[in-house]
């Protein structure tokens, strides 16, 4: 008997063949359903909350059934919706979707669409205009066209050109050799439609295409980037010789207290469920709800550059296969993604989401300075991490679980900069020249992640604490005093920024009462101050992506309501997310709500970040608050050397032990 599929399971390929059957068969043949995406959705959290309740208690379990969605194409240009249940067999609803809406595009359209490009008749000919030396070639980056007309509804995408260098490597940096001029094409029916020239001065004048003026390429690879003699680094090895501390079956993880399941996204790289920690639950569900990535180069075509890169792409549609000794270390699991081609038929995208555990310094320690005995602990990790590569970008999602009960959501990016044509001796305010003849514009990465809490049940209440002075008073007579002023969100909305208050966000139950502190129990949510989207208020960047307007939301939990920009973003014109549900009055103190937070990096370009970014790393953190009775790490093993197996490694070459004696 095979085993039962957990409603949180990552979606199988069977269901993607039999939903994407069902919606073929439910047209006629001429109507050549071109798909982009299939994915599980998330069951009611009504009836979740049932089932996992039976679950945890060993009872029967209710019937949940599996639900995919599909995004495809029909004749052409007709985008479509559809909904299926997977578990009966059957169409629950498909819909055509209005004209305009643009679902993600699939990533071997976006290859297809690439040689189309530079094998068209116009493009072709512009290549000819440049009079390239013998041995180089253009290639070219499929980009999301974005929002400039509200009249626009035709899907379109645009293509940024560059040169490859004429060394016959395949993994030449053509990012650094960018092209004055680039075509643009409707999707799908692969229409010409015109050709923006770029500019390469400081305002937007442009000129035709002529002789391309050679400069070399800035190259990363090891086998081009010119560094002929490497550094020595000797192994550091990453060993657990009695295997890992954490169990795997099928997606639920245990580890060192911790309870959750972990699910494979085409949209979101993966989602956290069902966490609960020593007992507790904490977090109904977890995951990077939406990013966006709008430029501050001002001059067209270049105030286009807005992408998401969820919603336009998919992060686990664009997820990496990760290596061993690579992009994970020590003793691995990894998990498998799912993406689909454009028939509908599903392939696995390997190890997309590697758990591994590792060290991260210490987590507590104390000297009796009385007699020198200490107390100490190190501070180890869970890690869920996933990897994707969004055309010249990679960003890596770590969620790392602590043995203290608290949970880091890290992101690191690194990858290549997005970069456009200079002119000889030109400088530009928004961007920096990183290179010969190539600059890289300032941008912004601005991520939401969708925190779902169950912070002892699903009833829950955001505040925030401002630290403040306590007024100069009979009580405070040497003005030293201070306080914590709390403040309770009452209604659906955004929550101010103010670093300089020490403003500190909590999810509380008031339900629950700490015997300790007397106060409701909580976790909060910490992540450095941060500016948020630069554009105007009435531009199309903020009007997109009203949820990087604000670095805290709240909102009332509704089925469904899980992307920050909402469902569709790709030429979309309106935010259908935050903008909408973070407006709308609900009221969400004492109530199962959802907190967004959101982690913005303005990205002002260095030399140093080409021809390869070193990441960037930025971090969110969720910690018990009030949650238990004293620190939930005090039952780790003290650290001892006999248990860790350090080695001394002497000074000097000599191989003496080190004595308390000077050598100088």
Not at 303 to 314: M, N
Not at 400 to 429: C, H, Q, Y
Request: glycine share 6%; with cysteine; hydrophobic share 35%.
């Amino acid at each position: 008997m095979a085993p039962r599929i957990h409603p949180f399971d990552s979606v199988k390929d069977y269901e993607i063949k039999l939903a994407s059957k069902l919606i073929k068969d439910s047209y006629p043949a001429d109507a050549n359903c071109h798909f982009v995406q299939i994915e599980r959705t998330d069951p009611p959290k009504k009836d979740m909350i049932k089932y996992l309740d039976a679950e945890r208690q060993g009872l029967p379990l209710p019937n949940i059934p599996r639900v995919l969605y599909a995004y495809y194409w029909t004749n052409t240009l007709e985008f479509n919706k559809a909904l299926v249940n997977v578990t009966v067999g059957h169409i629950i609803t498909k819909v055509q979707l209005p004209k305009g809406v643009c679902g993600p595009l699939l990533p071997e359209d976006m290859e297809d669409w690439e040689e189309h490009c530079n094998n068209h008749p116009a493009v072709k000919a512009e290549i000819e205009k440049l009079q390239l030396p013998p041995g180089y070639q253009v290639r070219n980056d499929p980009w999301i066209y974005a929002t400039d007309d509200p009249n626009e509804k035709r899907p379109l995408v645009q293509f940024f050109m560059y040169v490859l260098a004429g060394n016959g490597h395949s993994e030449s940096n053509h990012y650094s050799l960018p092209l004055k001029f680039s075509p643009v094409f409707e999707c799908f029916t692969k229409k010409f439609i015109r050709i923006d020239y770029l500019p390469g001065g400081y305002d937007e004048k442009i000129t035709p295409t002529g002789p391309w003026q050679e400069v070399p390429a800035v190259e990363y690879h090891p086998d081009l980037n010119g560094e002929n003699v490497m550094r020595e680094v000797k192994p550091l090895l990453v060993n657990q010789p009695e295997g890992p501390s954490y169990t795997v079956q099928g997606s639920k993880i245990k580890w060192q207290g911790w309870e959750f399941r972990v699910s494979s996204s085409a949209r979101e790289g993966f989602a956290i469920y069902d966490a609960w920690f020593k007992g507790r639950q904490v977090f109904y569900r977890v995951s990077l709800s939406e990013m966006t990535v709008p430029y501050g180069d001002p001059r067209a075509p270049y105030h286009r550059k807005q992408a998401f890169d969820l919603g336009d792409c998919g992060f686990g549609a664009c997820g990496n296969s990760l290596s061993l000794g690579c992009d994970c270390l020590g003793t691995i699991t990894y998990l498998d993604g799912m993406g689909i081609h454009a028939n509908g038929d599903p392939f696995v995208v390997p190890n997309t989401i590697c758990l591994h555990e590792q060290d991260n310094g210490l987590l507590y320690k104390h000297v009796n300075y009385r007699n020198g005995n200490a107390v100490l602990a190190r501070k180890r990790e869970f890690v869920v991490q996933t990897i994707a590569t969004v055309a010249n970008y990679e960003y890596i999602i770590n969620f790392k679980f602590v043995t203290d009960g608290s949970l880091d959501i890290e992101t690191r990016a690194t990858g290549i900069l997005s970069t456009m044509p200079i002119d000889e001796n030109v400088k530009v305010p928004w961007g920096t020249i990183v290179g010969p003849n190539v600059m890289a514009a300032y941008h912004q990465h601005i991520l939401s992640f969708r925190i779902d809490p169950a912070v002892d049940g699903h009833k829950n209440t955001v505040v925030y604490d401002d630290t403040l002075k306590l007024p100069r008073n009979k009580l405070n007579p040497y003005g030293i005093g201070f306080v914590t002023d709390r403040h309770f969100v009452e209604k659906a909305g955004s929550i101010d920024q103010s670093p300089f208050t020490n403003r500190t966000v909590k999810i509380l139950n008031e339900n629950v009462i700490n015997p300790v502190s007397k106060g409701p129990v909580g976790y909060k949510v910490s992540l450095p101050a941060a500016q948020m989207i630069l554009a105007d208020d009435d531009s199309f960047n903020v009007k997109r992506a009203k949820f990087a307007t604000e670095q805290m939301w709240v909102t009332k939990y509704r089925d469904h309501e899980l992307f920050a920009a909402g469902e569709f973003t790709n030429q979309s014109q309106t935010d259908e997310g935050l903008g909408v549900w973070g407006s709308n009055g609900d009221l969400v103190r004492n109530e199962d709500l959802v907190v967004w937070a959101t982690l913005g990096f303005t990205h002002i370009p260095r030399v140093e970040d080409f021809p390869v970014m070193p990441v960037e790393t930025h971090t969110i953190h969720l910690a018990p608050f009030n949650f238990f009775d004293k620190n939930p790490a005090l039952d780790l093993p003290q650290a001892n050397n006999n248990f860790n197996k350090s080695v001394n490694h002497p000074i000097g070459s000599d191989a003496e032990p080190p004595c308390c004696s000077s050598k100088i």
